[in-house]
């Protein structure tokens, strides 16, 4: 890693400047005290992603927001968050990781004071697409910080800290949303679930000059900033008639957006193909393409991960306005799968390695299964009958996305060159993002298009649409080299 230049703790691999020898010293004599202030940046990230799902009824209701804008608010922020990811690691790596990481929690934030405060659905849209935008810069810092802070044993420790970190988000935000409604502190309501993050935000912002060392790459790493243009607007034309085109009634803008998409898609990568020749730094490197296991990988990560926002938005609804519960409520409920993940998760390494790519296609016949099954009991049982009868499926769509996640991307890892693995792992992130944000879009089609006919049915038509995608993953993967070892 010596392509790095770090201000921190003196090592064979970074040189420290001698203005920095104190923080040096310091850094040396507690050398996690920088963990926590990192890991503020994905718990904060990820958990905005998924605390919204139980305040969605709550705003709709005091903000009269419409479906469209309901789906905008998760899938504004994943698909921002996705076009900016690679472009804000490469802020840091040229300006300071330090100072992006700073400056991205500032506007993360800044722009979750103004969701808390939105009075209209158009304001909170537009102050969740400011969030992902925020997350998009701040994000990739964390994993930078934490590559150039730690070496040796203590990266895979500091790593291993960020995935729990990463997990705990994910599978507690739909709680932590439940519990700050049901308190309702200072009668705020679904504000809270925005608010809660300006101490926690002013408190990173404190701590991170005093305990974060500042790092940069060497030389001076290129922004592709016309490919990022062209993929922002080529997700646009797919994601805005996906869910404006519907409440609309599909009028001809709609179909000319999508028509429009593959050119865009096309004029990006050329421009990415043009870039490479010429010696530049495209978002997406088109070597990668020529390794199997990337496209097949890319293509499974889309799959998954379209699966996952859609899923925990339709049943927190499901949940609420279907079933009555209040937002507490529906986090515990929430939590049954969770545990499930959690479990499931903590087994993934170990039979990861055994199993190779056969663990992520077992996974995602289980989550089909746990759909198909969630499907039919609320086929059967509609909104009444206890929420016990949920637990069998609920256990096996957590368990499935707890076989699928982690492993999934690291069976693709696992078959690429070191050198291109860095650009890889961006790369899978952005299409993790865009996942969600498509996925939103496309069940929101089928949830809303069907509600007429009553939720429970409308329900069940989204699972049946998620069960085939999950099938759609396990065949995917099936394609992917085996990694097993002996």
């Not at 926590?36 to 709709?60: E, H, K």
């Not at 409604?181 to 809660?196: C, D, E, K, T």
Request: hydrophobic residues 55%; aromatic residues 8%; contains cysteine.
């Amino acid at each position: 890693m010596s392509e790095h230049t770090l201000i921190s703790t003196p090592t064979d691999d970074f040189p420290v400047s001698r203005p920095a020898a104190s923080l040096a010293a310091r850094l040396a004599a507690h050398h996690w005290a920088p963990l926590p202030v990192v890991l503020i940046a994905p718990f904060m990230v990820v958990l905005d992603f998924f605390i919204v799902n139980v305040a969605i009824p709550s705003m709709q209701s005091r903000l009269h927001a419409g479906s469209g804008a309901v789906e905008w608010v998760i899938a504004g922020y994943g698909l921002t968050f996705a076009i900016g990811l690679i472009t804000g690691g490469r802020l840091g790596d040229r300006f300071g990781r330090r100072r992006m990481f700073s400056l991205g929690l500032l506007l993360f934030t800044i722009a979750s004071v103004a969701c808390g405060l939105a009075s209209s659905p158009a304001q909170l849209v537009g102050a969740r697409i400011g969030q992902g935008l925020a997350a998009a810069l701040l994000a990739p810092q964390a994993l930078a910080l934490l590559g150039v802070i730690y070496d040796g044993a203590r990266r895979v420790h500091a790593f291993s800290i960020y995935g729990m970190a990463l997990g705990l988000a994910a599978v507690s935000g739909q709680l932590i949303g439940g519990a700050l409604i049901q308190a309702n502190p200072a009668g705020l309501g679904w504000r809270s679930v925005f608010l809660i993050n300006l101490p926690i935000g002013v408190l990173g912002l404190a701590l991170a000059p005093r305990l974060v060392p500042e790092s940069r790459a060497d030389g001076a790493p290129g922004l592709d900033l016309t490919g990022a243009g062209l993929v922002t607007l080529a997700l646009t034309a797919i994601v805005l008639p996906l869910i404006e085109g519907r409440s609309h009634g599909w009028p001809a803008w709609t179909w000319a957006s999508l028509a429009a998409s593959p050119f865009l898609l096309t004029a990006f990568a050329g421009h990415q193909r043009r870039l490479d020749r010429l010696g530049g730094e495209p978002l997406l490197h088109p070597t990668l393409f020529r390794e199997r296991a990337f496209t097949v990988g890319l293509l499974a990560q889309f799959a998954f991960f379209s699966t996952m926002a859609s899923f925990f938005l339709v049943f927190a609804l499901y949940l609420q306005q279907g079933r009555g519960l209040d937002p507490l409520e529906a986090g515990l409920v929430f939590t049954i799968m969770a545990s499930a993940y959690v479990v499931a998760s903590a087994q993934a390494p170990q039979l990861t390695h055994r199993l190779g790519r056969k663990l992520p296609i077992a996974g995602a016949v289980v989550l089909a299964g746990g759909h198909s099954l969630l499907a039919a009991t609320v086929l059967d049982i509609g909104t009444g009958h206890t929420v016990a009868l949920l637990v069998p499926a609920l256990v096996l769509i957590g368990a499935g996305m707890g076989l699928v996640l982690t492993p999934l991307t690291n069976t693709v890892l696992a078959t690429l060159t070191p050198a291109r693995a860095g650009a890889a792992s961006g790369a899978l992130s952005t299409m993790q993002q865009i996942g969600n944000a498509l996925g939103v879009a496309l069940t929101g089609v089928i949830f809303y298009g069907a509600l007429e006919r009553g939720l429970p049915r409308a329900f069940e038509l989204s699972l049946v649409e998620l069960a085939a995608v999950s099938v759609a993953v396990a065949a995917c993967s099936r394609l992917l080299p085996n990694t097993a070892k002996p």
